[in-house]
């Protein structure tokens, strides 16, 4: 497994602002993903954070909106730039993390981060 | 597109009685599937997971069975607790790594 620490836990902002929100693990992993779950939905997948290189967005997202980071194999960031009420959600990192013969990777999320847009 | 769905958004059981909750998925591509709890105010928790060469895998007071005919998956939870109170979730992958997550089922457990 993976011990995943993601900060802040929960944040109140302004329109027209931006958060920045750090993931941190407690090992190196390969892949890191970054998810959003509006309020009583589902996860949806916004981006792969890939390590030296530009991250890979999903449809509906683009960089300009959110902004990734992936400086190491340990850390990520996602910025949520120039907010409004609907990028109110929980923000999640997450990490896939394999056996030795890399055939059970499994997909760990960090605690999330609450975003409340006025 | 293909999506992975619950059959019923909520779940109300009697603490003690066995819980079992459903997925339907529509990629029968998909090889790998995962179901997770999520508390609230936390992310999911990894609960268990199967590869489409099996039908049925067992871990601590939870099995998952997974049917690809009907393309059906399922987690059984023996014994309910109030602690798996929760929202829980079944993924699916196919080919790459990324997972398409259900809608999510909360289950309430009654004392």
């Known amino acids: 497994s993976a011990v995943i620490s993601q900060k802040p836990s929960r944040d109140i902002c302004q329109r027209g602002t931006s958060l920045t929100i750090q993931c941190q693990v407690d090992?190196?992993?390969?892949?890191m993903f970054w998810y959003r779950q509006q309020p009583g939905q589902s996860l949806t997948l916004i981006a792969t954070?890939?390590?030296?290189?530009?991250?890979?967005?999903e449809s509906g997202f683009v960089i300009d909106k959110f902004p990734i980071s992936r400086p190491n194999l340990t850390f990520s960031t996602l910025t949520v730039s120039n907010m409004s009420p609907e990028d109110s959600s929980i923000y999640l990192c997450?990490?896939?993390?394999?056996?030795?013969?890399?055939?059970?990777?499994?997909?760990?999320f960090g605690s999330g981060t609450q975003l409340s847009v006025l | 597109g293909e999506s992975v769905g619950l059959h019923l958004p909520t779940l109300s059981v009697q603490e003690g009685d066995n819980s079992i909750i459903n997925c339907a998925y529509s990629?029968?591509?998909?090889?790998?599937f995962i179901w997770y709890k999520q508390e609230s105010g936390k992310g999911p928790q990894f609960i268990i997971d199967?590869?489409?060469?099996?039908d049925k895998r067992q871990g601590q007071r939870v099995t998952v069975l997974l049917n690809k005919t009907v393309k059906h998956l399922s987690l059984q939870i023996a014994a309910t607790q109030p602690g798996d109170s929760a929202v829980y979730f079944c993924?699916?992958?196919?080919?790459?790594?990324?997972?398409?997550f259900g809608a999510g089922t909360t289950v309430t457990v009654r004392a």
């Open positions: 199967i590869r489409s060469n099996m």
């Open positions: 954070a890939n390590q030296g290189s530009e991250a890979t967005y």
């Open positions: 997450s990490v896939e993390v394999g056996d030795s013969f890399a055939t059970n990777e499994k997909l760990f």
């Open positions: 090992s190196q992993v390969t892949m």
């Open positions: 993924a699916e992958r196919h080919g790459d790594y990324k997972l398409s």
């Open positions: 990629n029968s591509a998909s090889d790998y």
